[in-house]
């Protein structure tokens, strides 16, 4: 279990790495790519899913073999959001309805992990494909948040199933240690994740500010929820980073969803707000 929750956790991070240097130049106003996007049949074609049911993790695997040999030959053919050729697939790719499975009844917290990892990981592979893809001149900020405020909300479930699979652990566990250390490296993933998330929100020249604000607004739902799960020292640096992120927004109708972000973190932790 170890080598599985360290494999998801290896990989945000070289999605984060690529993430932030994708999104370092800013520009005057972000400029959509263009959508050469195909029909679901045509995806489908080329191994892709279907659209017309929910997802699990192989089949995220199999998508994202899928849209890296798209990506590679021209960007502009990835589904995308509300398109009219490829919105209902890309609606499906990012539903929160694949998320259902690891909630199913019957399954015991220890098989809702080994659904969780794998699922997260996939996930994972294809947002990286679309990070990969949105350029400075050819931006897919719209499909990029859909993707990450999934994985948010992947993040949340499976830090639930994690926390709940090793409360339930006995002490005399022979490999406790080793799952422990693992739990760790997965709490800093996740930070990772938010610390990433929370960057973007800072990235105007990259992102339309409607999509900004629907990143904003699953911080807000995700983020006081997951806090609690994260390392001390995260717990810690969150909401001293919103506070200085407010204070720096120049936008002040943006401003407005940086402090609901605070706003429910402190209705949360029963914070008081800043003097």
Known sequence: M???????????SVTLLAWSGAVIAAIAAPVPAADRSLAPSEYIA???P?????WMSDDYERAAAVLKALAADDPAT??????????????????????ELLHTPGLDVQQRLGVAVPLFQELNEVLAVYVSASREDAVLDAELVDLLNLTLRA???????????FESLPRDDPKRKARLDGRDQMRAGMASIV????TT?????MYHSSELERLARGLQEVLPRLLPSLPPGARQEIPVRLERM?????DAAFRVHLQAIASALRARTGQSPPA
Request: proline content about 3%.
């Open 50 to 54: 279907a659209h017309d049911r929910d």
């Open 246 to 250: 407010i204070s720096d927004e120049p």
């Open 201 to 205: 929100l800072t990235e105007h020249g």
């Open 155 to 165: 993040t949340l479930d499976l830090v639930g199933i994690a926390d709940a699979f």
């Open 78 to 99: 990835l589904p995308r959001r509300a398109s009219s050729r490829s919105g209902l697939l890309f609606a499906r790719m990012t539903s929160t309805r694949n998320l």
């Open 195 to 198: 610390d990433g998330s929370l």
């Open 46 to 48: 080329r191994g892709m």
């Open 2 to 12: 170890r080598t599985r929750v360290s494999i998801a956790v290896a990989l945000v």
